[in-house]
């Protein structure tokens, strides 16, 4: 705590070693908190006990979040030839090569299974050499080395001599001379075998994908993960990936191996992205309709006009503000479409207005008594909503970077609009307006006529007639009126409406978090999870499934705040269910999970899972 933009401090102590997360406050540079963090272990190192190595750095934030993941598995029909460690060895120089891409950040592997040079001592035979296991090993560690010795000189030249040698193969390790015995050489080979063999693996991690009965068959598989750089565009950097796992196909990936990709970020955003454009162009044609058909062609086609000059000058006002174009700000203008269209259209309604009084004043003249007529209540009303958006700004905590986007843009937008409004509105009438202007006659049918307010306005005399004819009927009006809004209110504490700050989001994938008591083997963990994935197997929106024991899979912004990364023990798993496209089923993933749920109930688990 006593380093600056600290907010909370976790920590985590075991008998082997102690883990603690600084959490740092919001906005704070992730390189200046590393680099505060660093400076101040630095500083104390002198108080570390005796044989305590130094602590290990490590930051994680948001763009270490992966966008992609690549889960590589063997074909059906070719799960018997192929290994974990077959696959990391292809997994690893797919890593290489997608490492070398532009703006790629951090990638690691998922339930991988290296490859591992293992020492076996005979303990009869150390005991004839009179050899402990610890001299073996002080041996082989000894003769692994090469250092620098020194430097000779001769005849001008200067030559560097390094002592010693790394070692390059088994024969080399075999051929090491431990000690003599009886005269005679002792050699690692004569009291060990050496052998090239695979990483006892602590891990399980499957890839279940469906067969034709309907249930799931495992392979084995191997994820890589993969996360952009801070300030890229996922859905171009997701499309770079995948046209360089198309160009390794068949080449660094076998063809009996098939890449799964389980992760696709830049898709998700992608669809989201023209989903929120849809619904941007969406609201712009049904205002310019409602404008044609309540006024006029004309007047709605200067609200076709002044609507994308608006978002035009609101976007380079989001430039100047530091903010991308992104779902929170494209949200932010669908948000505030229907409310900066107010300013034009009042000043187009008063134009007109002015325009059919036919009082001997110019077409100009009329259009700037107009104007000038509505300018002070517009910039009220235009205030106003600035006053009541600019609140969310303030917005503190996590919250605060995600939702500023909104009031900043929202706002612009509405003094946007408002300059729009006196200043290009008027213009554009004058270019495109008549003298009797859109719906004041009959002959534009739908609009205002001179006497009666045409189908609008004689709509509402007969609505409202009825309620002013009588005091007691206009009161009788607003108390009904209270009442309905008092019984809405109410619905918020009966909870027969639910409010929530954001809706759910239709994910393309899902998440079941396994936790055995401590002590149970990974055996058992993996175990449990595949009797979990067939629970599941009715559940026809399941695509596929990855299975994940004693380790975790590739974290996303939840895992990163929940610290799922370091889910690494035993008794630890959890499974990723891939959901098929959501344009291909009903139900969204909300639904689905509550079927999850209710399906895993049914699972037997230990006590204290």
């Keep these: 705590k006593s380093i600056n933009g600290v907010e909370h401090v976790y920590s985590q102590t075991r008998d082997d070693g102690t883990l603690v997360t600084a959490r740092f406050l919001v906005g704070t540079s992730a390189d200046a908190a590393i680099l505060r963090v660093h400076e101040k272990l630095r500083a104390n190192l002198d108080r570390l006990p005796t044989g305590i190595p130094e602590p290990l750095i490590v930051g994680r934030g948001i763009d270490d979040v992966a966008i992609m993941v690549l889960t590589l598995a ?38 991988q299974q290296p490859e591992e040079i293992r020492v076996e001592p005979d303990p009869e035979l150390l005991a004839r050499a009179g050899l402990t296991l610890q001299a073996l090993a002080g041996k082989v560690e000894a003769a ?72 799931f068959d495992r392979a084995p598989a191997v994820s890589l993960a993969i996360a952009k750089r801070a300030g890229a565009n996922a859905v171009t950097v997701a499309h770079d990936i995948l046209a360089a796992v198309k160009r390794l196909e068949g080449t660094v990936v076998p063809a009996e191996v098939a890449v799964h990709v389980t992760r696709d970020y830049g898709e998700t955003a992608n669809e989201k992205a023209n989903e929120l454009l849809f619904h941007l162009a969406l609201a712009t044609i049904s205002i310019v309709l409602l404008v044609w058909l309540a006024i006029g062609w004309r007047e709605a086609l200067v609200v076709a006009i002044v609507i994308p000059v608006t978002i035009l000058l609101t976007l380079f006002a989001a430039r100047i503000m530091g903010y991308t174009l992104n779902r929170v700000s ?99 009438m004058l270019k495109f307006g008549k003298a009797h202007a859109g719906g004041h006659d009959a002959a534009h049918g739908g609009g205002h006529g001179e006497g009666d307010g045409g189908i609008l306005g004689r709509a509402y005399r007969w609505t409202a007639a009825p309620i002013l004819a009588s005091k007691g009927r206009a009161w009788m009006f607003l108390i009904l009126v209270g009442i309905a809004t008092l019984g809405s209110m109410a619905l918020f504490y009966t909870q027969h409406v639910t409010v929530k700050l954001l809706p759910f989001d239709n994910k393309p994938e899902l998440g079941v978090v396994l936790d055995l008591p401590r002590g149970a083997s990974v055996e058992d963990t993996d175990r449990l999870l595949q009797e979990m994935a ?76």
């Design 534 to 609: 067939a629970r599941l197997a009715g559940i026809s929106e399941i695509e596929s499934i990855q299975s994940h024991a004693g380790t975790a899979s590739p974290f996303n912004f939840n895992g990163l705040v929940r610290h799922s990364y370091l889910r690494s023990e035993p008794q630890m798993g959890d499974l990723q269910l891939n959901l098929v496209p959501k344009d291909k089923r009903k139900r969204a993933s909300h639904d689905i999970a509550l079927d999850v749920r209710e399906r895993l109930r049914a699972v037997a688990v230990p006590p204290r899972t």
């Design 74 to 111: 063997p074909k059906p029909g070719a799960a018997d030839r192929w290994s974990a460690n077959d696959l990391t060895r292809v997994a690893r120089e797919m890593q290489v090569a997608i490492a070398r891409l532009d703006n790629i950040g951090l990638t690691y592997l998922v339930g």
């Design 330 to 428: 494209l949200f932010a203008l669908i948000f505030s479409i229907g409310i900066l269209v107010d300013d034009a259209i009042v000043v187009i309604e008063n134009i007109a207005r002015h325009w059919a009084m036919k009082d001997g004043r110019s077409r100009t003249q009329a259009a700037i008594d107009a104007v000038g007529e509505v300018g002070n209540p517009t910039i009220v009303a235009t205030l106003t909503v600035v006053a009541a958006l600019l609140p969310m700004l303030f917005v503190s905590g996590m919250m605060g970077p995600y939702m500023s986007p909104i009031p900043s843009n929202a706002s612009a937008a509405m003094i946007f609009s408002f300059f729009v409004a006196v200043m290009v509105t008027p213009w554009l």
């Design 144 to 215: 692994n080395r090469a250092f620098a010795a020194a430097t000779v000189r001769d005849r001008n030249r200067q030559i560097g001599l390094v002592a010693g040698q790394t070692l390059t193969g088994l024969s080399e390790i075999g051929n090491l001379l431990v000690t003599t015995r009886d005269g005679r050489p002792v050699y690692v080979r004569d009291v060990a075998k050496v052998v090239l063999a695979t990483e006892t693996a602590e891990t399980r991690v499957g890839h279940l994908s469906r067969n034709a009965q309907g249930g």
